[in-house]
């Protein structure tokens, strides 16, 4: 039987095959161990093989666990918030979920866990790979981590979840012992905008600037101004702060010609409107924080009068 049988299958599993499958598409024992003998296949756990030529990624490992360890397994902690985007290290462990049944579970690179908690878990699949979903994930990952704020605010910017359904996840989690709902709370409460989705991370660093550098507090997305909707207008003052994304604000003619327009009509009814980049923000923080620290000496003096 050749190679081509199972590869187009395997190339879209992350370049994995189990013997199983493999017998579904028509291989026998036989061709099996045939190509594991040829160095076709390399075997990454028992009934489950990586298609030579495939490429190494840690959603591979993650992908073949998965398979190895059993129709009810799923990626889990480290490893399913990995799989829905969060960013984590190459060489973590793989996590996975797997029945209290599966005792004698023993894969290389693996941790199992057996939880008594069995709420949300539905399985997801990401990138073909079953999983848990988004708030299991958060509430695992600060179990297995400690922290879980980056992952947090990702969520909430990528409009995976939003802050009220995450509280909503705190409250069923919530009971004397529960690992990782402390580390979720406290991402909750430190949650820099009002509990309000931002839509970049630019906006996060935006607050996160302002709160560190102790300026003067902002709203984050107040009610709208002349109909336009706008990143922070500082508390008592008639200056909006923008968050100045290439991907928003430089991709077309129109959309330039929209904030343009947007602007100058801020202006044009006392509104003092000061855009801010990634670079500014990210890269050169101290300096934006001054800078912001004299737009508003020069146009909101009354903030800084001593009582």
């Not at 050749?2 to 013997?19: D, N, S, Y």
């Not at 490992?61 to 397994?73: C, D, K």
């Not at 069995?118 to 922290?147: F, K, Q, W, Y």
């Not at 129109?254 to 202006?267: C, G, I, K, V, W």
Request: charge should be positive.
């Amino acid at each position: 039987m050749e190679l081509r049988t199972i590869e187009r299958w395997a190339l879209g599993h992350h370049g994995i095959i189990t013997r199983a499958k493999a017998a579904e598409l028509g291989w026998g024992d036989v061709d099996w161990a045939r190509a594991v003998r040829r160095g076709e296949l390399e075997m990454l756990h028992r009934g489950v093989a990586r298609l030579v030529g495939a490429p190494r990624t840690p959603e591979q490992r993650i992908h073949a666990a998965v398979l190895a360890a059993g129709p009810t397994a799923l990626a889990s902690h480290r490893s399913a918030a990995r799989l829905w985007g969060i960013p984590r290290p190459d060489n973590d462990p793989v996590d996975l979920i797997v029945d209290r049944s599966v005792t004698r579970l023993r894969l290389d690179g693996v941790v199992p866990h057996r939880p008594r908690d069995r709420e949300d878990l539905r399985p997801s699949h990401r990138l073909s790979t079953p999983c848990t979903n988004m708030l299991r994930t958060l509430v695992d990952l600060g179990a297995a981590i400690g922290s879980v704020e980056a992952a947090v605010s990702m969520a909430i910017t990528s409009g995976t979840v939003t802050p009220n359904v995450l509280q909503y996840l705190l409250a069923r989690h919530a009971r004397p012992g529960r690992n990782g709902v402390g580390a979720l709370r406290n991402a909750l409460e430190r949650w820099p905008l009002d509990g309000k989705p931002a839509d970049s991370e630019l906006e996060l660093r935006m607050a996160s600037l302002l709160r560190r550098y102790r300026l003067p507090p902002a709203t984050f997305h107040p009610p709208r101004i002349e109909g336009f909707e706008v990143d922070f207008l500082v508390d008592g003052t008639e200056v909006v702060l923008e968050c100045v994304g290439w991907d928003y604000h430089g991709r077309t003619r129109r959309q330039f010609e929209r904030d343009t327009s947007r602007a100058t009509r801020l202006m044009e009814v006392g509104y003092v409107v000061c855009p801010f980049t990634w670079r500014q923000v990210v890269r050169r923080p101290g300096e934006t924080a001054a800078r912001i620290g004299g737009l508003l000496q020069r146009w909101a003096p009354h903030l800084f009068r001593s009582s």
